[in-house]
T-cell receptor, first 113, second 116 residues
Framework: GNSVTQMEGPVTLSEEAFLTINCTYT??????LFWYVQYPGEGLQLLLK?????DKGSNKGFEATYRKETTSFHLEKGSVQVSDSAVYFC????????????FGRGTSLIVHP | DAGVIQSPRHEVTEMGQEVTLRCKPI?????LFWYRQTMMRGLELLIY????????DSGMPEDRFSAKMPNASFSTLKIQPSEPRDSAVYFC??????????????FGDGTRLSIL
């Protein structure tokens, strides 16, 4: 079946540090890939997406590149802020009849001033 | 445009009581999803609808759980009778069916359910 694996958290960083959150996937076919962010007390919201190999999604300083050869979609940001503290979810969707999105377990990010 | 609206935001009730969670999806979206989030299990898909028809309910934990979508703008998730292990945050999400695999899901802010 399809699956998404994210690095265990929490990830703890100082403000202005470089962020990487690893995400790898297993899928039968060619998925679309997503990163969602969840702030405390809120639902998940789309951060960025990529729909085919070598696409780069970007938003609010975050980036992720769809790497088919390594089945990865790692999230990066050059300089994190305290306001980036949240839980980040990697996800994939596939077509072909039964549309069921697959989410990773989420990675908590804590940014200290 | 209004987002996905869930009610209530918080619910505290005693074991054995019936609980009804409500969701209004984004207008024009033809997919609706119910999720449950806990620390232990993470985010679990319970059921999803396409054009008001349940497509996959394999994630519904047991017969105590039921979901309906009587029209395109309203869905309910019901637990009867409720148990303490049902305590979780329940999310509703909707998405557009056009190019469905490329469409993100839009989540509500969830209902935090506590069963005493």
């Amino acid at each position: 079946g399809n699956s998404v694996t994210q690095m265990e958290g929490p990830v703890t960083l100082s403000e202005e540090a470089f962020l990487t959150i690893n995400c790898t996937y297993t899928a039968t076919g060619y998925p679309s890939l997503f990163w969602y962010v969840q702030y405390p007390g809120e639902g998940l919201q789309l951060l960025l997406k990529a729909t085919k190999a070598d696409d780069k999604g970007s938003n609010k300083g975050f980036e992720a590149t769809y790497r088919k050869e390594t089945t990865s979609f790692h999230l990066e940001k050059g300089s994190v802020q305290v306001s980036d503290s949240a839980v980040y979810f990697c996800a994939l969707t596939l077509g072909g009849g039964s549309y069921i999105p697959t989410f990773g377990r989420g990675t908590s990010l804590i940014v200290h001033p | 445009d209004a987002g996905v609206i869930q009610s209530p935001r918080h619910e505290v009730t005693e074991m054995g009581q019936e609980v009804t969670l409500r969701c209004k999806p984004i207008s024009g979206h033809d997919y609706l999803f119910w999720y449950r989030q806990t620390m232990m299990r993470g985010l679990e898909l319970l059921i999803y609808f396409n054009n008001n028809v349940p497509i996959d309910d394999s994630g519904m934990p047991e017969d105590r759980f039921s979901a309906k979508m009587p029209n395109a703008s309203f869905s309910t998730l019901k637990i009867q009778p409720s148990e303490p292990r049902d305590s979780a945050v329940y999310f509703c999400a909707s998405s557009s069916g056009q190019g469905i695999t490329n469409q993100p899901q839009h989540f509500g802010d969830g209902t935090r359910l506590s069963i005493l």
